[in-house]
Structure formats: C-alpha cells, structure tokens
C-alpha cells in the first residue's frame, strides 16, 4: 500500500515536472513578430517583435539596487516580458540619431506595457538579443506613442547647446572630448595626421 | 534510506528547483565578482551592424560616434578579449546615464574592470567598481577602415 502510494505520488510530481518544463519550452519559442507594425532596417539579426511586460531598471532587478523611478533617467532600463519573463534590454529608441531608450520608458517605470519594434543581434559574444523600441504605449491603451522623445529630453538637460545641427554636434559633453582628445581619441597630432593622409 | 523515498525526495527537489528557476523573473541574480580585460565599445553599432563589421565600429575608428552613442543613452559596453561582450549598469559608482564625463572619458580605451558580474537571459551585465588599469585607446584600426562613419570627422574642422 505505502509502495503504491509513493508511486503513484513519485509518478504524478513526474508528470508535473515534465509539463511545466515542455510549457516553459513553448513560452520561450513564442513567435512575438506577429501583429507587429515594426520598420525594419536590414540590420544584423532583426526581428519585428510585439510583445506585454513591465519596464525595470535593469541593475534593480538584477541586484536589488533600486533607486526611486528606475534611477530618474539615470540607468539602463529594460523590459521583463510577460509571456516568458525574460528580461529585455532595450538599448535604442526610433530615432536614427544615435539616441537611447530611456526617455521613452521611463514615464512607464515600473509599469506594464505593449512594445512594438526590433529584436536586434546575432553576435557570438552576446547569447541574447537586445531590442529597439519603436512604439509603446500603457498596457491595453488605444493609442500607440512613437519611441522618439529622446533629442526633445536631451535640449531641456542642455538649454545651453541651442542651435542649428544635430544635438551631437552641439552636445557640450562630447564636445569637451573632442576639444581633449580629437576625434579619433588619439590625440589633434593624429587628427591632424589622418586628414593630411 | 528506502530507495523509493529517495527517488521522491529527488523528484520533490527537482520541482523545488524548477520552481525556483521559474522564479528567477522576480529575484536577484547572484553576482560574481570578476576582473576584465577589454574595449569600451558602442553596442548598439557594434551588434547591431548599421555601420558596418565589428570590427569596424570600435577603436580609434569608431571614437566619435562612440562618444555620441555614449552621450545618447546607448548601452556602452566592455568587450572582452575573449569577444563577449558586458554590459555597463554602472561605472566607479555611478550610474552610466548620469550626464557626467566618467563613461565618455574611457570610450574605446581598453581597460581592466573589476566589478560584479551578472548573467540574465543571455546577457552579461557588469558593475565596474574599479578600473584597476586604463591602456588607452590601444585599437587604432582608423588605419585599416578610416573613420566610421566618415561623417564623424568634418573635412572643413
């Protein structure tokens, strides 16, 4: 009696394992490109990828130092994914003016939303992709925003770089390493030196 | 001990373990604290391809827009000699986003980090506590590719 019991018990918590694993399984090979309005670009690895999770501060939920409001714009910011709980590093935005993602996530810190864009990468060196945010919105809202708020947030941090040009000509940060170390970092000798050439 | 009340104990482990595992969403992932050597690089041209082969877009090639990219928000990251690339969350104690000089005075340097290195879903993170030597840029392959993207260095400065 006690044999069978334990069996049978032995048998139902196998049953159990193998399910939750082949689950687990399915979740992670979810095909997120579907429904997914994302402009593609030919780059390497791209995938269009739509999906449901909660924005994070990226070193918050991996060491549990987490500063109020996803560090003010401060930090990485990511998103954990609801269908598998993966968490997501989201490293640009839409724009192509060598712009982040923060700005356009951080009014959801901590918050649940819909993502459309781009899984992007297929280097050895990174065992995941990471991805470009081109739209987002609040979970289950009717109106898509457009990931572009990051040269608007960069001209109310730099008032003082108003002008005409890109924000990266006028950037007063890169500006100072450029006047430090030239443009190739090298020196204004090897600036100098590569223009002649 | 009865071999049938092992084997349970072992199943009833193994779902304690996966449950974990599932879990693992919602907890703090172990650090190691580790020391590595590598070149700050700009991520997202480096993975992404926009401008061409890695090993186009990092050294004294790549210097400006890496300065842009690390000023923009883009993650910067720190690749190892071995190629696997770390993730930056956060320099000698400050946050790498924060609208100081710290991350934009090392891009491209190669250096020697020692920090707190975590994995999640795939991707190496790392805490920089201290960069214990700074090589500087030690990459010059402007020689081989030029500059990259050609716009970063204005004929008429």
Redesign the interface.
Known sequence: MI?KT??K??LT??I??VT??VA?GVASAEDFSKGSKAAT?G??GETKATFSGKVVD??C????DCPANC?D????LGI?READ?????V??NAQF???????DLLPYCGKAVDVDGLM??N??????Q?Y?VQLIREKGAADWNKAEL?TSA?AK?NPGAAGKGPW?NR?P??A???KKDG????GHA??KK??EE | MNP??T??FG??A??CA?AAS?A???A??P?KTVEIKGEIID??C?????MGG?EAVVG??H???A???A?????VGV??E????Y?V??IKGE?????T?TI??I???TIVAKG?H?V??????L?VAQVVANEG?TN?N?EDFG?VPGF??P?AE
């Open positions: 044999f334990t069996l018990l032995a918590i196998s159990g394992l939750t694993g687990t670009f780059l390497r990226i070193l939920e991996l060491s549990g560090g714009g401060n930090r990485n954990v709980g993966k968490l997501i590093l490293s640009k003016e060598f712009n982040g993602a923060v700005d992007i990468g280097d050895p060196g990174v065992k995941a990471i470009m990051w960069w941090r990266y950037d940060r890169v100072k390493q450029i443009r190739l970092g090298l090897a600036d590569y223009q | 049938l009340r084997a349970l199943l009833i193994g779902a996966l599932s693992g969403a919602i703090a992932t650090a991520t997202w480096y993975l992404s391809g926009v890695p004294s090639a210097h400006t827009c300065l842009w990219c000023a923009g928000g883009i993650p690749r190892a071995d190629g696997t690339v993730m969350l956060k946050d790498p986003l924060a609208q000089d934009l005075e891009q491209s340097d707190s975590y999640r879903d795939g991707i190496n993170y805490v840029i010059k402007h500059v970063a260095f004929e």
